[in-house]
């Protein structure tokens, strides 16, 4: 089975702070995303990566940042956290074409105060 | 551009009776579609997929999806809820440059 861990369950940070959340896939799947969901508005796109130390915009880049140094890991990254990103973050991969299903993490429920 | 909607925020249905989840899509092309489910404090887990073969799709735990082009509809059905069918759901659209594009869900409540 696949597997897509994500680094915390519940992270609560103050405004300002630089925060990373990582996410580790095991299946040696080539595409990683980073998505965000919040209430009445489903997920939302933040990043995601082809390949190693590649990355593309998705919806909702501001604010982010990510970073790919190895196949199996990617990480978002907060600059400075602000209260507006509050939210469950969930990370997805899949192999190959990118029309294949996405296996998805538990999330990680960021709180920032 | 394509998109998706769900047309109920949320569902309430008892144990035994049928589940039906509504969802429109708009696409210029035969898109592929997907249905997600999330449990509480889980990821999500693909329920069923259609990629432009059979239009009644069958997915896990009795679920399935008719795609019908001509209603632009993608609704998920069951003929008989379970109380461990009470969670989330998403309706997804692949665009034509791969992203998944997510409907806003659909709380499924199952009353005993």
């Known amino acids: 089975d696949v597997k897509v861990t994500q680094s915390s369950r519940y992270l609560v940070k103050r405004t300002g702070e630089k925060v990373f959340l990582e996410c580790v896939q095991d299946?040696?799947?080539?595409?990683m995303f980073w998505y965000r969901q919040d209430p009445g508005l489903g997920l939302r796109l933040i990043y995601f990566s082809y390949d190693v130390k590649m990355k593309e915009k998705g919806d909702i880049p501001e604010g982010y940042s990510v970073s790919r140094e190895k196949k199996e890991r990617f990480s978002l990254i907060l600059e400075s956290a602000s209260t507006n990103q509050t939210s469950m973050y969930l990370c997805?991969?899949?192999?190959?074409?990118?029309?294949?299903?996405?296996?998805f993490g538990p999330g990680t429920r960021l709180t920032v105060l | 551009a394509q998109s998706v909607t769900q047309l109920d925020s949320h569902v309430s249905v008892s144990e035994g009776t049928p589940v039906l989840l509504r969802c429109n899509y708009s696409?210029?092309?035969?898109?592929?579609l997907f249905w997600y489910v999330q449990h509480p404090n889980k990821g999500l887990q693909l329920l069923l997929k259609?990629?432009?073969?059979?239009?009644l799709v069958k997915g896990i735990n009795g679920f399935e999806a008719e795609f019908k082009k001509s209603e632009t509809s993608f609704h998920l059905t069951k003929p008989s809820a379970h109380m461990s069918d009470a969670a989330e759901y998403f309706c997804?659209?692949?665009?034509?440059?791969?992203?998944?594009?997510f409907g806003q869900g659909t709380t499924l409540q199952v009353k005993p």
């Open positions: 997805a991969s899949s192999s190959g074409d990118t029309y294949n299903e996405q296996f």
């Open positions: 299946m040696d799947h080539e595409n």
């Open positions: 696409s210029s092309y035969s898109p592929s």
């Open positions: 259609y990629t432009s073969a059979a239009t």
């Open positions: 997804v659209v692949v665009a034509y440059t791969g992203k998944l594009i």
